[in-house]
């Protein structure tokens, strides 16, 4: 398996299932990963950066050989859709599992591809490869703005930029270049007409070594952030019966125009009238093949080993039909406030509840350590139900319901969107999220009202004082928190995001008596455990599970969950950073520094830019001022909250020379 993650372990499963023994890869940092104790022999790809280990295609091929494997399996990213690596892996004696080095090479230059399919009678859109020595205005002037600029080799959205004007040109396509060499290993880009708020609409096909190419229908996928996916359905709310028969024919047209085995995905634009244009052909599984697999019954990836093993498509994919909608959203560690900024850290507690019609594909688990290496994914949750809004309703219960701790992730997000109305209605496009500024802020999804904090927090609180107490070596038989005089009520302070809440709280003779930030709660105490808080706030009893870690309280109850971070009494003052600092929002590698002490800078003006997860991340001036620090250099690896540069603020220093 020349892959990591959610995606290794999905294959293996089949894989498993099928008879098959099977063969991880790895990386240093996925020493540990499930997926590598899922696979029966494991080789070690010495490093951690993906150019370093999973890229490397003469390691994965000897890998291969050193096992005495007879097949690799690209999963999705990496190496997937590399041509090269498919011809070295036939010219090793090893079945690739996927489509032919020619077809994937075909479909590896997108605007080749383009011309192709125009060929094929797939409509496309008009679009240019950027060469070294390219008038980048007169291309983008030829195909009219706004222009997209793209990675050539490679997808998921990455090395990808919207440009509205010439202006922003020429930085537009040399940061999708840096993007798409890091991601891809390639960072050719090519400029290709935006359609502006389109749907995205996709057609899984399947491919056999016969001759038959069949569609498997459409999946829509128009909900991005960042061009990336995070919600997938089955079938489209936007496609009848005779747009699904056109979309599924033109795809049928671009596979065997170009040979293909396996399974792939063709994807297209859609516009409001519901003409659509040939994207790309992804050469590989998708990520979000899941949907597929739950409308249609089918196992895609025990499919694609029968093809590859030489085997005709069977009965059941050529008489394959629709049966209820599937919905699948991505669940990210990042912080989508904060701009979509990847989350780190060990995940002390992943647990997604298993209800009926509700598939988890994941490669974490408890005490899983998520880094800056790698995409932020812990897992795909699909939920299949007899209609689309009992689907909807479903996965947004199971990710209301899940316990994640340890990182900061997208789950508020997702559940808003899932109960949100025009989702609900089906008018999706790539412009939702814009559209929904609400569904991105810290008050989405889980209301951070006042009862949100009032209640988690005072849970958190009674099950540390709880845990305190089963900790007591002296007077265990007393209640908890038991005085034979009245005293001052105990205090407990937590951030939840951007605010402090302070719960008071007093066991009395009469039950307890609390209040957070100052606001007295009615409140009765059912029962209160480390682990348990069962209580009764305004006449309503919800029942909270609580788990604690150093410095961190997570809350769960059925009306949502929280992460507190415990404020210590005494704080550390060698812990607070210099006025002026610029500080890195998340582990990472810092690939540009555009400062130097001295100059003088505008508010936003970038600085330092990092990368973290295939990703760049541009960290700009606060202020109007002055870079009294640059502390990191290109090439220098920083932890989250680590100064990176100094700014100074001209008013300040101008109020301070005044006052001498």
């Known amino acids: 398996m020349a892959n990591r993650g959610e995606i290794a372990a999905r294959v293996m499963r089949t894989a498993h299932a099928l008879g098959i023994a099977t063969v991880a890869v790895y990386s240093d940092p996925d020493a540990d990963a499930p997926f590598v104790r899922l696979a029966d022999e494991a080789v070690r790809l010495p490093g951690a950066a993906p150019s370093e280990t999973y890229l490397r295609a003469d390691l994965v091929i000897a890998a291969a050989r050193a096992t005495g494997a007879d097949a690799v399996h690209p999963g999705y990213g990496f190496l997937s859709e590399n041509a090269g690596f498919a011809r070295d892996c036939a010219a090793a004696g090893l079945t690739f599992v996927g489509p032919t080095p020619e077809a994937i090479a075909s479909m590896g230059s997108k605007l080749e591809a383009k011309a192709l399919m125009d060929k094929a009678g797939v409509p496309v859109l008009p679009g240019a490869t950027v060469q070294a020595d390219s008038d980048l205005g007169a291309l983008a002037a030829d195909i009219g703005f706004p222009v997209l600029v793209k990675a050539a080799f490679g997808g998921g959205g990455r090395g990808m930029r919207v440009v509205h004007d010439a202006s922003a040109l020429a930085d537009a396509v040399e940061g999708a270049r840096r993007e798409a060499a890091s991601a891809f290993g390639d960072g050719t880009v090519f400029l290709e007409r935006f359609v502006v708020d389109p749907r995205h609409v996709e057609v899984q096909i399947l491919g056999d070594t016969h001759g038959e190419v069949v569609s498997l229908f459409e999946r829509e996928c128009s909900i991005q952030r960042r061009y990336q996916k995070i919600v997938e359905e089955s079938p489209s709310p936007a496609v009848d019966a005779d747009l699904r028969a056109e979309l599924g024919a033109a795809a049928v047209a671009a596979g065997k125009a170009i040979g293909y085995t396996g399974a792939g995905t063709v994807e297209f634009v859609m516009d409001r009238q519901g003409t659509f ?41 050529l008489d394959a039909g629709i049966t209820g909608h599937a919905i699948e959203v991505r669940l990210y560690a990042e912080d989508v406030p904060a701009g979509f900024l990847p989350s780190t850290g060990t995940l002390h507690r992943f647990r997604i509840p298993a209800l009926p019609g509700v598939r988890v594909d994941s490669g974490v688990e408890d005490g899983s350590v998520v880094g800056p290496h790698y995409d ?32 900061t992730t997208n789950r ?53 004082q709880a845990s305190n107490r089963a900790l007591a070596v002296v007077q265990q038989g007393l209640p908890s928190g038991w005085r034979n005089v009245g005293g001052l009520p105990q205090k407990v302070v937590y951030t939840l995001g951007d605010s402090t809440v302070e719960v008071a709280y007093a066991f009395r003779r009469g039950g307890l008596t609390a209040s957070v930030n100052g606001e007295p709660l009615d409140v009765r105490v059912i029962s209160a455990a480390p682990d348990a808080v069962d209580l009764e706030i305004g006449g309503v009893r919800r029942r909270y599970t609580v788990s604690r870690v150093p410095g961190w309280s997570y809350v769960d109850g059925p009306d949502g969950s929280a992460a507190l971070a415990e404020v210590p009494r005494l704080a550390d003052p060698d812990a607070v950073a210099h006025a002026g600092s610029l500080l890195a929002p998340m582990p990472g590698g810092v690939v540009r520094v555009l400062a130097a002490p001295g100059d003088t800078v505008a508010a936003g003006q970038p600085l330092v830019v990092l990368e973290a997860m295939k990703m760049e991340h541009t960290v700009v001036a606060p202020v109007d001022g002055v870079v009294a620090e640059i502390q990191v250099g290109p090439g220098d690896q920083v932890d989250t909250g680590q100064v990176l540069a100094v700014v100074e603020d001209e008013v300040e220093d101008e109020v301070e020379e005044a006052a001498h």
Not at 415 to 443: M, N, Q, S, W
């Open 376 to 407: 932020p994914m812990l897992a795909k949750v699909i939920a299949h139900g007899r209609t689309r809004a009992e689907a909807a309703r479903t996965l947004a219960r199971a990710l209301q319901r899940s316990e994640i701790h340890g990182v």
């Open 412 to 464: 508020d997000l997702l559940v808003g969107l899932l109960r949100e109305e025009e989702f609900l209605a089906g008018r999706t496009d790539t412009g939702y999220l814009t559209r929904h500024p609400d569904l991105t802020t810290p008050v989405s999804g889980n209301s951070r009202s006042s009862d949100y904090c009032h209640s988690r927090a005072l849970a958190a609180a009674l099950a540390g």
């Open 277 to 317: 244009f040939f994207l790309e052909v992804n050469t590989r599984l998708q990520v979000e093949h899941p949907v597929t697999e739950l409308v249609t019954g089918l196992d895609l990836v025990a499919l694609q080993l029968r093809v590859a093993e030489g085997e005709p498509l069977p009965r059941e994919v």
